[in-house]
């Protein structure tokens, strides 16, 4: 122990400036993390702000049974499923194929301003986006004037639960596509361009080149994003859903996140709420690790 203790020193004397560099990143993990993990307890509790976390009354397992015995239990369990996977099938694809196709550009002007244009979505505000959405989705807006040409009926889109979800998903598509890519963009930079040079000697076509250098080249990325995002497969962004979703959608549209809000926030069942979001982060945790060990088994790229 003594020797592990020294050898600790040595090294913080020798790498101290990474070391104070790397305090502000464990305090904030520490303050706005690990801290808020006492608050779980709440879950367990029929939760009074009067009362505090202490003093309110023990309930056990009764708000998790209250939750999975309810009514909207599969019902906001389906629609998070569904959205979630229909993120990963369509945009978790399409940062990768943009990234791709830049790397094949010969005109490297027109990619930067692609690129500069596919980054933009990503820094307007949420509320703006869903605004914008919103409108060009009303009766008179541009899409549903567009689709009206086609025979749609000009109802607002919005207003049709069957609609909620492609429009979701192919707005994370507009909004995340650029700025997702910028991480794959990075991994390409860092494939040996050797191997493509002895490629064209052999006589292998830009699509070999993409299929069996670019691909492998960039897959232990991918591997690790893909972990990172079934890690997070119930999160729902609930601040788009919430901005767009109505009571006549909710049968698509409601997730366990919007759900946490509205029981929590709204009807002020604080501990059923937390109950629901502990729920939550369990699965997620559960999810992280299982995606984590299939990937280090398949492709031997793991996050530890």
């Not at 976390?53 to 019902?75: A, C, H, P, T």
């Not at 980054?119 to 009303?138: A, E, K, Q, R």
Request: aromatic share 16%.
């Amino acid at each position: 122990m003594t020797a592990k203790k020294d050898l600790f020193v040595k090294d913080f004397l020798l790498n101290k400036s990474l070391y104070l560099m790397m305090l502000p990143v464990l305090v904030y993990y520490a303050v706005f993390h690990y801290a808020p993990m006492y608050g779980a307890i709440i879950a367990f509790k029929d939760y009074s702000p009067m009362k505090g976390i202490l003093e309110s009354d023990w309930v056990g397992l009764q708000n998790f049974k209250d939750f999975m015995n309810g009514f909207y239990f599969w019902r906001i369990l389906k629609n998070t499923l569904v959205l979630s996977l229909y993120s990963i099938l369509f945009e978790f694809p399409a940062p990768i194929l943009l990234a791709l196709f830049m790397n094949e550009l010969k005109n490297k002007l027109f990619g930067r301003f692609v690129q500069s244009i596919s980054y933009m979505p990503h820094f307007i505000s949420m509320v703006v986006i869903c605004g914008i959405l919103t409108d060009f989705t009303n009766s008179g807006g541009v899409i549903n004037s567009l689709m009206a040409n086609f025979g749609g009926d000009g109802q607002a889109l919005l207003q049709k639960p069957e609609y909620f979800r492609p429009i979701y998903v192919l707005s994370e598509i507009w909004q995340k596509i650029g700025w997702e890519s910028i991480i794959y963009m990075a991994a390409l930079m860092g494939i040996d361009q050797e191997q493509y040079e002895a490629a064209k000697i052999d006589g292998a076509g830009r699509l070999k080149q993409m299929l069996y250098i670019t691909l492998p080249g960039i897959a232990p990325t991918i591997a690790i994003m893909f972990i990172l995002r079934m890690g997070n497969l119930l999160n729902v962004g609930f601040e788009k859903i919430i901005l767009l979703y109505n009571p006549v959608t909710y049968s698509t549209a409601d997730v366990i996140s919007s759900f946490v809000y509205r029981k929590g926030l709204l009807e002020f069942n604080w501990g059923f709420s937390a109950s629901v979001g502990l729920f939550n982060s369990v699965i997620n945790l559960i999810l992280l690790v299982t995606a984590n060990q299939i990937s280090r088994k398949i492709s031997k790229n793991g996050l530890w």
